[in-house]
Antibody, heavy 118, light 111 residues
Framework: QGQLVQSGAEVKKPGASVKVSCKAS????????LHWVRQAPGQGLEWMGW????????NYAQKFQGWVTMTRDTSISTVYMELSRLTSDDTAVYYC???????????WGQGTLVTVSS | QSALTQPPSASGSPGQSVTISCTGT?????????VSWYQQHPGKAPKLMIY???KRPSGVPDRFSGSKSGNTASLTVSGLQAEDEADYYC???????????FGTGTKVTVL
């Protein structure tokens, strides 16, 4: 039974960066890709990209290329998502989700609210 | 890549059935059998309900079923229960340049 636990809410000023963590437990960390999905207030879901915890390889959605960075620390079974040059449009709940292949997400973190405000 | 199109809302009385559509193109829904459905209660993370068009993960009631015809996928919830009231999102693979695309979301209300 997998579990993903994310870091707490953040408040950032425009132009700043934010780094959100996602700690995995209950399964072999390096066996499954981890994805990041965000949801703006009252809006739908938006896929941002994935990281392969085994190799560190990443694949970002075209929209986020150049301003999102996903990394991992295998020693603590944790992945990170850093988003730079924040604007108010980046105010959203950010979720990590496990991807076991076949283009689905079977376990989700609880979400991290990032608020961008001056 | 545009979001997949879902109706904003759907409703039914307890015990009835409700069907939600998810319309895409031949580049996403119509091109792959990788359609998933997620249930999201307010303030909670999404939960996988259906994957690969019609498969149910362990623990999901068989009241939930999925299907696809052409560029449109559908989720049917039979025997509606109060706890089924939630937002539902479809998702599809959309090719190597855009592996994951979500639907616009449908709010299901149990009357």
């Amino acid at each position: 039974q997998g579990q993903l636990v994310q870091s707490g809410a953040e408040v950032k000023k425009p132009g700043a960066s934010v780094k959100v963590s996602c700690k995995a437990s209950g399964y072999t960390f390096t066996s499954y890709y981890l994805h990041w999905v965000r949801q703006a207030p009252g809006q739908g879901l938006e896929w941002m990209g994935w990281i392969n915890p085994n190799s560190g390889a990443t694949n970002y959605a075209q929209k986020f290329q150049g301003w999102v960075t996903m990394t991992r620390d295998t020693s603590i079974s944790t992945v990170y998502m850093e988003l730079s040059r924040l604007t108010s449009d980046d105010t959203a709940v950010y979720y990590c989700a496990r991807g076991p292949g076949r283009y689905l997400f079977d376990y989700w973190g609880q979400g991290t609210l990032v608020t961008v405000s001056s | 890549q545009s979001a997949l199109t879902q109706p904003p809302s759907a409703s039914g009385s307890p015990g009835q059935s409700v069907t939600i559509s998810c319309t895409g193109t031949s580049s996403d829904v119509g091109g792959y059998n990788y359609v998933s459905w997620y249930q999201q209660h307010p303030g909670k993370a999404p939960k996988l309900m259906i994957y690969e068009v019609s498969k149910r993960p362990s623990g999901v009631p068989d009241r939930f079923s999925g299907s696809k015809s052409g560029n449109t996928a559908s989720l049917t919830v039979s025997g509606l229960q109060a706890e089924d009231e939630a937002d539902y999102y479809c998702s599809s693979h959309a090719g190597s340049n855009n592996p994951y695309v979500f639907g616009t979301g449908t709010k299901v209300t149990v009357l």
